[in-house]
């Protein structure tokens, strides 16, 4: 039996009319997420991937193509509170402490059907610093906050774009495992975009490999390592084949451009 | 114990590092002006000596001290009224591009029109009492802070309004919660321009009409060739203007203590 897909994403092509000739951002991309998958979009800068997971959580609207989300539209998916973002940059409200940056989405929502903040604190270890504000944090600690934030809200489905990516290398690979632990508790169907193949390979079940612009998904690759996974996969010879293979993937969708390119001109 | 010492410190260090500089400065300023006229070279009626405008000043305290309230009472209740009216066109501006190419152009309009030209203007239609010189100030105060509430509403961050969005947040949450923080550095910026301002609009008002504030004091004191007075008046307002901004720098640290690291953490 076929299990119906969580989230879908039909034909979505997109492009900004306003300069002649339109520039083409996303060109006919399609791709299924199952309930509870966890999927990385990976490929090269300014190949759309910010403008899709925009797409598919309501915020800009695709020139052509449909996302559903349960049947259902990204905007009234908004509305029903069923997605939550989580950005680069921790985008907290820095007259907020960390306890009122958490509650900020129960305060505009009128239903409070989130968790409660202070348990969600509790999960990252960062309860004793609920009464601080963001600048007394550090930025690893900032981005935790934010991504327990998104799970506070406690949505079905996560948008996450880049969310490591303004960390330091060190801090960023423990981050990686926190993310996953936050995961574990509740198995969000969860789409994000990175630049980081490690990390696409560590926490995803699907990496799908987009071209640069105009994007399109060129290839996918299944993560079959075993969950819950730990620090260990990343010496085990799976990791470093899936590494391999996406980096072979993307330089041949590199590649594929620049000869696209050639043919243009 | 400890506390009160490192406070007697922290204040100690106050004095030392930023007062003393400056009341050396003032000492040496006056001591210079002392000598200059004491020693003959110009005559009274020029240039008072310091110890007559001390005279002045401390021998009728309450006529200074009248007058002053007066003027301050205009400049405040003009810069209470141009500030609101300049928050709330902010506000309109913000959510509407047509009111915002419809007033833009007006206020623009205002701040290139000397203040000195319009107040006799406001004199004709408003009369002899505190009405035109509460007017005038509130003119002054108008655009400064309207351009720096308009800049600040408008200076909040992508990722933290897509967060708003991203939970439905109406536009009276996003204003509230945060376009009105986000734009207090931009507000408090225009304050420490508009209240010294505010006060040349009460002092300008008071010039051309009446006989109650430092203005017409100065007038008055100006006809009489009245040199210690006229000094006197000047002396009021310059520790007026000194006051009002040393407390909006009070309130600002007070208000934006989470400002000075940086706005978007």
Known sequence: ?265 | MNNLRSSVIGVYRIVIQSLLPSIAALTILVVVWGLWVGLGSVPEYIVPSPSAVLDRLVGNPGFFFYHGFITLVEALGGFLLGATVAILGATVMVHSRFVERTLLPLALLVKVTPIVAIAPLFVIWFGFGSAPKILIAALITFFPVMVNAFTGFRSINSDVLNFFRSVSATKSQIYFKLRVPSSLPYLFAAFRIAVPLSVIGAVVGEWFSGDRGLGSVIIIAHNNLDMPTLFSAILVLAATGVSLTVFVSYLEKRLLFWHEIGVIS
């Open chain 1, 1 to 265: 039996m076929q299990i119906k897909p969580h989230i879908s994403v039909y034909g979505i092509t997109h492009f900004y009319r306003r300069v002649r000739p339109p520039l083409f951002v996303l060109t006919n991309v399609c791709f299924d997420v199952n309930r509870g998958e966890f999927i990385s979009i990976i490929g090269p800068s300014g190949g759309g991937k910010t403008t899709l997971l925009s797409i598919i959580g309501g915020l800009q609207t695709p020139t052509k193509g449909l996302v559903k989300i349960d049947d259902i539209c990204p905007k009234e998916a908004q509305r029903r509170r069923l997605l939550g973002f989580v950005f680069q940059d921790p985008s907290l409200l820095p007259w907020r402490t960390v306890l009122g940056n958490m509650s900020l989405a129960n305060e505009i929502g009128v239903s409070a059907s989130g968790k409660d903040p202070r348990d969600v604190l509790g999960i990252v270890e960062l309860e004793q610093f609920a009464e601080y504000y963001p600048h007394e944090l550090s930025g690893g600690m900032r981005q935790k906050v934010a991504l327990a934030r998104a799970f506070a809200v406690d949505p079905e489905v996560l948008l996450m774009d880049e969310p490591l990516g303004s960390l330091d290398e060190i801090t960023r690979s423990g981050m990686r495992y926190e993310l996953l632990r936050l995961w574990n508790l509740s198995r969000k169907t969860v789409v994000m975009v990175t630049h980081s193949i490690p990390e696409a390979v560590i926490l995803s079940d699907r990496v799908l490999i987009m071209s640069a612009r105009p994007g399109q998904v060129v290839s996918e690759l299944e993560i079959k390592l075993p969950r819950p996974r730990s620090e260990d996969i990343e010496r085990s010879p799976e990791f470093l084949d899936y590494t391999y293979c996406i980096r072979e993937a993307l330089s041949r969708a590199t590649l594929l451009d620049s000869e696209n390119g050639a043919a243009n001109e």
